[in-house]
């Protein structure tokens, strides 16, 4: 079964809505994967399809924010 992009899309900004509000309360090594994916309505499972742990979270949407400082730039 092939996964449908518009969900796989949601399913992660979902989840890093849930990351920014826990980041926003409380230092990163304080979040668990547990607390983001509680928060975010999804099982342990579904973040490791997404990402390595908090902190390739982390460096994911610190990727993203550059590229797109860039793309403002030029």
Not at 25 to 42: M, R
Request: charged share 30%; net charge negative.
């Amino acid at each position: 079964m092939k996964k449908q992009p518009e969900i796989t899309t949601q399913t992660r900004k979902n989840l890093i809505e849930a990351f920014w509000r826990l980041y926003s309360q409380k230092q990163i090594d304080h979040i668990s994967i547990k607390e983001v994916t509680d928060k975010a309505g999804y099982h342990r499972s579904t973040f490791y399809e997404y990402f390595v742990d908090i902190y390739d979270l982390l460096n994911q949407l610190e990727d993203e924010v550059v590229a797109k400082m860039k793309a403002e730039v030029i």
